[in-house]
């Protein structure tokens, strides 16, 4: 009988220890990756843009929020610190409440790389060219305010690590 209490009791201590979410700003981010093609093999050349819908799901707006945005690439040749920032942008933001979105696009950049081949050197001969250039890696997504992160997105769960160890990644990661 009194281990039974004893659960009981201790039950009601780790539900009552467990702070409730208290957030008063309820937001959803979604991100659709845009991509133009500008290409002839072997060469790629693609342009890459985010729209990112911003949806307040409370009923007090968001005022005074800052919606940064970052694009990520990928060095084709090998060495280390393969995974760089390409390009990154901030958007002042203010959303009302009760299920409002805001849709903002991002600014296009440009991704060119050469795919491995081989050229024509003699009448039997070929010679091999290895791939080359930056491609695109993956993007992160934070709505800011009051300089804490409210929100966040991301393409692949290693670009939080990578900003995390400023920027030093020597491995190369999974692609998204």
């Known amino acids: 009988m ?4 004893g659960l009981c009791v201790c039950g009601v201590l780790a539900f ?14 979604e991100v659709e990756i845009k991509t133009e093609n500008h290409d002839a093999p072997p060469n790629e050349d693609r342009s890459k843009w985010l729209i990112v819908r911003v949806t307040n799901e409370s009923a007090a707006a968001l005022e005074g929020a800052t919606l940064r945005w970052k694009l990520f690439r990928e060095t084709l040749e090998a060495g280390p610190n ?7 942008g901030e958007e002042r933001l203010s959303v009302q409440g009760g299920g409002q979105f805001v849709d903002i696009t991002t600014a296009k950049v440009e991704f060119k790389w050469t795919l ?4 024509r050197t003699g009448r039997r001969y070929f010679r091999r060219i ?23 997105a991301m393409s692949n769960g290693s670009l939080r690590a990578w900003e995390k160890s400023g920027g030093s990644s020597t491995s190369s990661t999974t692609r998204p």
């Open 2 to 5: 009194k281990t039974i209490l």
């Open 16 to 29: 009552t220890v467990c702070p409730a979410r208290a957030s008063s700003d309820f937001l959803n981010l």
């Open 82 to 88: 393969r995974i760089a920032l390409e390009k990154s």
């Open 116 to 119: 491995p081949h081989s050229i």
């Open 130 to 152: 290895p791939e080359s250039g930056s491609r695109y890696y993956g993007y992160l997504v934070e709505v800011v305010k009051d300089g804490k992160v409210i929100a966040e």
